[in-house]
């Protein structure tokens, strides 16, 4: 009897490991254990990742938001005011007849800010500097894209490095 049990539990094994084995991830092994190549000036590195990060703060605080000016008033922690205006039009959807600035929701989307596959510091000067953000192709999943690089600028505001343009452009 304790035969019986045992093969079939090693069968069940043996399932699992195929199947979540032979899973494909969205990103390569590779990224995965070595993680993105970043180069360049951590400062403005982390200024970049904390700006990127916060429209999954914005989702894991979506209870709290009521109005429109809850969502600028997350994104203007790293971006500055025109591109968080931006990025909450995109993001919140006002009620008909109104605004938008008092009554709405927040649009549900695909995410719109990932960090990228690659990022390299170009300049740091004063109170400006300058990122480019590579992007491998994801010709795979729901959501497919070309490679692309954007060309971030930040600046310094309030003591605080914050991101004031970006522009894309395909490899």
């Known amino acids: 009897m304790s035969t019986r ?3 079939i539990f090693l069968f069940l094994l043996l399932i699992v490991i195929v199947v979540f084995g032979c899973e494909k991830s969205r990103r390569s092994e590779d990224t995965v254990i070595n993680g993105p ?7 403005i590195i982390k200024a970049i990742e904390s700006a990127f990060g916060l429209e999954d703060a914005l989702w894991k605080n979506e209870e709290r938001i009521k109005t429109r000016y809850d969502v600028m008033e997350i994104f203007r922690q790293g971006f500055s005011e025109k591109m968080a205006e931006k990025i909450t039009d995109y993001l919140w959807m006002g009620e008909p007849g109104d605004s938008g600035k008092e009554t709405g929701m927040l649009r549900a989307a695909d995410p719109i800010l990932f960090l990228p596959d690659y990022l390299e510091v170009k300049s740091k000067t004063g109170d ?3 990122a480019l953000l590579k992007y491998d ?5 729901p959501v497919t894209w070309d490679a692309y690089t954007t060309k971030v600028t930040l600046k310094i505001e309030n003591g605080v490095w914050k991101i004031y343009d970006m522009e894309s452009s395909n490899h």
């Open 5 to 7: 049990y045992l093969t």
């Open 37 to 43: 190549k970043y180069q360049g000036d951590e400062e």
């Open 128 to 130: 400006t500097a300058v």
């Open 137 to 141: 192709a994801n010709p795979e999943g």
